[in-house]
């Protein structure tokens, strides 16, 4: 059945598709009715775009404006197969194809300037200002990219300072939530061989979520980003272009509204949250004070007219403090605070062969490094703490929760009648009545501490080699060799346990903590590994049909590399997870380059698919091997000249993600037919960009855009407990909150309406802008589970609401 699908997908894919490529800046009149020829560098030279057998999106600034997409989360409802959460700036989720990276080691690959940012903690929610191009690359490309592009990858390409003369542009935008973004570059050409360019932004916002606790409301975020950027050609043969990227931000937290405890009664995650800070979590409100750096130097060496070497280096460093509520209540039950540090940098020397014949490619090495350090501090109060917990505890004893409310009512303990309760929780400990007959006072200010940290290095060889067979079929082959040599450490401390058993134990369960393992208590344990090395690779074969349509088959194998897991004192390797990727597809120009599009269907395997997931054991986020899985689909997307004043731009992407019922050894799968997380079936956007001349003055730009997502689930257990049946299989349970109401993880499907209306004047140095984002004020979710979930305390996370703008801009 899979396969008649994908032949019939693969039909349609092929007669009616479209590629998204970036918006020109406006052309001469004499070419005004024809769409850019767009050049790309995914293949490590500038190629046009119908150059490359590859499914690629790609975006410059002129159309993230025009699409009002000033960041990669909005951006990406315009790139099929593309989904981008940025609910927190350490933690953002993007899913590519339905697969999501949002921990560990990357599926997909996330580069700056051509630079590997390495791991989604390493600032990969960047600040997107003064762009050259987005690039967004489909399927296995570890030739291309190497670091975790198993699925793909995304490359942020900056403006380089440019000899050709000075110029800049100021923009000043205002909105909804006290939001103002100012954003400016300029470009100064000191000689025929020197340039530098500055750029920056200012991106403020309150939040749009009412917090009736003691921090701020909710999804708001201060940031400032600046570049300095240097081009140097100091003779002919030799380029050098350095960037120096900086940037501050300054967050007020993650909704995280429970679907548990009421606020003013009720349970609404669309309405005010209570979510509240403590002393133990450093911060003066909820969210994340981060700085990143990063400096970049791009050497080009032009060895003669066929040879060039290129030497890419960076080094980039990460700081913040985060602090979060994931029971979203009001009291101190599930309180964490972040501190991070990490470092990163990635060396790669490469030649390029092409001598204007038949053969052509390149081959090279990269090193690359990194070292993250987390302290995660967990506070509570023991008496809520004790309310969360009584049901394991009760059990633990042979009897229930009532049971044992009613033992000790009684026996006339006082305020017995609490037990069990969140509004006036028990302030006394049960286990220390059970089994010692006395009253314990519970700690109001439990906190306990791990610190972790997690390091690779990676070295690579590479190559990628294309054969011109005819004028018209061109073979592809690349084959990467990686190494990665894996460290990781954990250690507990109890920071302040209860005082009536000396400050070494809680009196809720008895053991030193809540989260941090016993074993690990003032006892690092370290660990590294240095798994076999392992090749992946691509094979293409294009065909020319003509001048204006190229199509291509292809098939690669990408590779997310083996991860550390520590429970205690014992640690284990999980397998590198794999994908087998088949691939086929087209790119066209037609009616005089006036309508264009590409499409391509694919279908994949993985083996050894790493989750992740938080273990409230130990207090620590860890990569679990799920087993195998299947996907396949299609992809089109395009824009067509309807008119010379009206340019149509549409997207939809096909994907059918699930994991198999049995592993590679013939195992049942705990997820077995689940789909993905964070994976719509169906999704597709509809964008039309029209212009209209004002007499002499200007043009006035009406860019109407509609984005449709079918239901999705937000995690891998598609909202189940998994119970092992004695046979060898699993059960599934529907996942409750603690009064057995069922959790409902998945959002269904959901369309939105966005419009952007602007002048422009005729000289092109002055303009004027508003945007309506959601202009509907559509309801939706944008997650469900969140920290809270591993303690069966669900948190609902919501999407942004109907948001106003307006703004201005100068060129000079």
């Known amino acids: 059945m899979k396969f008649r699908i994908l032949s019939a997908t693969a039909v349609a894919a092929l007669s009616v598709s479209g590629q998204l490529v970036a918006y020109a800046d406006a052309p001469e009149a004499e070419d005004s009715r024809r769409l850019e020829v767009v050049t790309v560098t995914t293949q490590k030279t500038e190629q046009a775009l119908i150059d490359v057998p590859i499914n690629i999106s790609v975006t410059n600034q002129n159309l993230i404006d025009k699409l009002a997409a000033d960041d990669i989360e909005d ?88 000899t050709e003369g000075n110029s800049g542009k100021l923009l000043l935008e205002g909105g909804d939530y006290n939001f103002i973004r100012g954003e400016g570059y300029y470009n100064l050409a000191l000689s025929d061989t020197f340039a530098v360019r500055l750029a920056g932004q200012i991106k403020n916002v309150d939040g749009y979520v009412p917090n009736t606790a003691n921090s701020p409301d909710l999804m708001g975020q201060d940031t400032t980003a600046v570049r300095g950027a240097i081009h140097w050609e100091p003779t002919p043969a030799i380029t050098a272009d350095i960037f120096v990227n900086y940037q501050e931000d300054d967050s007020t937290g993650t909704q995280f509204t429970s679907g548990f405890f009421p606020v003013n009664g009720v349970i609404d995650p669309y309405g005010p949250t209570a979510m509240n800070i403590n002393p133990d979590q450093v911060r003066d409100k909820l969210g994340n004070d981060r700085e990143i750096f990063a400096t970049t130097a791009n050497l080009e060496f032009a060895l003669n007219d066929a040879w060039t070497l290129t ?91 009532a049971q044992i409310r009613g033992l000790l009512m009684s026996q006339g303990v006082p305020g017995a009648a609490n037990i069990g309760s969140f509004q006036t929780p028990f302030q006394y400990s049960v286990v220390g009545l059970l089994q010692q007959g006395v009253l314990i006072p519970l700690n109001p200010a439990h906190a306990e501490q791990s610190r972790t940290t997690d390091a690779r290095t990676s070295y690579d060889v590479f190559g990628d080699l294309t054969f011109d067979v005819t004028d018209r079929l061109s073979l592809t082959g690349g084959l990467r060799y990686t190494v990665n040599e894996l460290q990781a450490s954990s ?60 199509t291509w088959v292809s098939y690669g194998r990408g590779r997310r590399p083996e991860a550390i897991s520590i429970s205690g004192r014992t640690s284990s390797v999980v397998d590198a997870e794999t994908l087998d990727n088949v691939e086929a597809g087209m790119f066209g120009r037609f009616f005089e380059d006036r309508l264009q599009m590409t499409s391509s269907v694919y279908y994949g395997q993985y083996e050894n698919f790493q989750t992740s997931r938080f273990d409230p054991i130990n207090g620590v986020f860890v990569v679990e091997n799920s087993g195998n899985a299947t996907q396949y689909g299609f992809e089109f997307d395009g824009q067509a000249l309807v008119h010379d004043n009206v340019r149509l731009l549409g997207t939809y992407a096909y994907n059918f993600s699930e994991y198999d019922d ?40 009406i860019t109407p855009s509609y984005v449709w997502k079918s239901k999705q689930f937000f995690e891998d257990d598609n909202g189940f407990d998994y119970i092992a049946n004695g046979s060898g299989g699993f059960t599934r349970v529907r996942e409750t909150y603690p009064d057995g109401t069922p959790v409902v993880e998945e959002q269904g499907a959901y369309g939105l309406v966005n419009l952007r209306l602007g002048f422009d004047s005729a000289d092109d140095r002055w303009g004027v802008f508003a945007t309506g984002e959601n202009l509907l004020d559509k309801e939706y979710l944008i997650d469900v589970g969140n920290t809270g979930g591993a303690f069966g305390l669900h948190t609902i996370i919501r999407g942004r609401p109907q948001i106003l703008k307006a703004g201005a801009y100068i060129k000079f």
């Open 311 to 401: 030497s890419l280096t960076d080094y980039r460093e990460l700081s913040s403090n985060e602090a979060w509520d994931s029971d979203g209540a009001a009291f101190n039950l599930l309180q964490f605070y972040q501190a991070r540090e990490g470092e990163a940098f990635s060396q790669e020397l490469r030649l390029n062969y092409d001598n204007g014949g038949r053969l052509r490619g390149f081959f090279g090495a990269n090193y690359f490094d990194y070292e993250t350090r987390d302290s995660l501090t967990f506070s509570t109060d023991e008496a809520y703490a004790q309310s969360l917990f009584l049901p394991q505890i009760a059990a633990g004893a042979g009897a229930t929760v």
């Open 491 to 550: 250690v507990g401390e109890l920071l302040r346990g209860n005082a009536a058993l000396g400050g070494v134990r809680n009196a809720v369960t008895f053991a030193p903590g809540f989260l941090i393992n016993a074993n690990l208590l003032n006892n690092p344990y370290t660990v590294s590994a240095e798994p076999d090395g392992a090749y992946t690779w691509r094979l293409n074969a294009a065909y020319r049909v003509s001048d204006n349509v190229n």
């Open 75 to 162: 951006l990406a409802n315009f790139i099929p197969g593309l989904q981008v959460q940025a609910q927190s700036l350490n933690a953002p989720t993007y899913s590519l194809r339905g697969v999501v990276a949002d921990g560990g080691a990357p599926r997909v690959a996330i580069f700056q300037n051509g630079i590997s940012i390495g791991t989604p903690g390493y600032a990969t929610s960047i600040a997107i200002y003064d762009m050259e191009r987005v690039e967004v690359v489909k399927g296995p490309q570890a030739t291309l990219f190497g670091q975790g592009a198993l699925i793909g990858g995304i490359n942020y390409i900056q403006n380089r300072a440019s």
């Open 662 to 701: 049995e592993d590679s050894n013939g195992n049942p799968l705990q997820f077995a037919g689940n789909k993905f997380r964070m994976s719509p079936v169906q999704s597709f956007s509809l964008a039309a960009d029209i212009t209209l001349q004002v007499a002499t003055a200007g043009t006035l730009s």
